[in-house]
């Protein structure tokens, strides 16, 4: 059983940054892939920034340049570092991870950008 837990959520004026944190527990945190989602209001869930083991970290067209997803597997820990955030980008978001197949999700955390 995998527990994630988002944190680093709130509001932010245009141009501002956050940091969110996602935590992982349980067990088989072994994992393959690592990812943040975002859902905004009457939208569906949309990859933000999506990081497989071992490979480079893939990103959508608008978090390029601006998002930076990380990891701390010492601390089972995923980090999404969003700067220049604007009023598009309020959303709740969303930690993925997958381990063996099988996806795991946390209950997000609110984005909301002032403008």
């Known amino acids: 059983q995998v527990q994630l837990v988002e944190s680093g959520g709130g509001l932010v004026q245009t141009g501002g940054s956050l940091r969110l944190s996602c935590s992982a527990s349980?067990?088989?945190?072994?994992?393959?892939?690592v990812g943040w989602y975002r859902q905004a209001p009457g939208k569906q869930r949309d990859m933000v920034a999506f990081?497989?083991?071992?490979?480079?970290?893939n990103y959508a067209d608008s978090a390029k340049g601006r998002f930076t997803i990380s990891r701390d597997n010492a601390k089972n820990t995923v980090f999404l570092q969003m700067n220049n955030l604007n009023p598009e980008d309020t959303a709740v978001y969303y930690c993925?991870?997958?381990?063996?197949?099988?996806?795991?999700w946390g209950k997000g955390t609110l984005v909301t950008v002032s403008s």
């Open positions: 990081l497989v083991t071992g490979g480079s970290p």
């Open positions: 349980g067990s088989h945190l072994s994992f393959d892939a």
């Open positions: 993925y991870a997958r381990t063996s197949h099988v996806s795991h």
